[in-house]
Nanobody, 126 residues
Framework: QVQLVESGGGLVQAGASLRLSCAAS????????MAWFRQVPGKEREFVAV????????YYGDSVKGRFTISRDNAKNTVYLDMNNLRPEDTALYYC???????????????????WGQGTQVTVSS
């Protein structure tokens, strides 16, 4: 049974940093595209970042590029999202997602991912 468990969210002030973690069980992250998405109530789930399995590449959403970094620790089977210079508009519920078959052109599409965590809340005050 696949489980993705996010942690590390919280309430911070603008300009601060946070590190989110996604601990995986039931799958081996090196064989999956591991992604982060975020969502605010009433809006579409937004792509944040992904670490691919096919070619070990990272892709980022335009709104976080240069501020967020995705990484993974294969030994711990855990994916991280380092978030720097946080802004109030980064406030959202952050989800970890995984898929083994996703193609490059679909990496940013949340509906293409098979496995999801429950999310961790990030709130950035101004």
């Amino acid at each position: 049974q696949v489980q993705l468990v996010e942690s590390g969210g919280g309430l911070v002030q603008a300009g601060a940093s946070l590190r989110l973690s996604c601990a995986a069980s039931g799958l081996t992250i090196r064989s999956y595209a591991m992604a982060w998405f975020r969502q605010v109530p009433g809006k579409e789930r937004e792509f944040v970042a992904v670490f691919t399995s096919r070619n070990n590449r990272e892709y980022y959403g335009d709104s976080v590029k240069g501020r967020f970094t995705i990484s993974r620790d294969n030994a711990k089977n855990t994916v991280y999202l380092d978030m720097n210079n946080l802004r109030p508009e980064d406030t959202a519920l952050y989800y970890c997602a995984a898929d083994s078959q996703i193609i490059t052109s679909s990496l940013r599409q949340w509906r293409q991912y098979d496995y999801w965590g429950q999310g961790t809340q990030v709130t950035v005050s101004s």
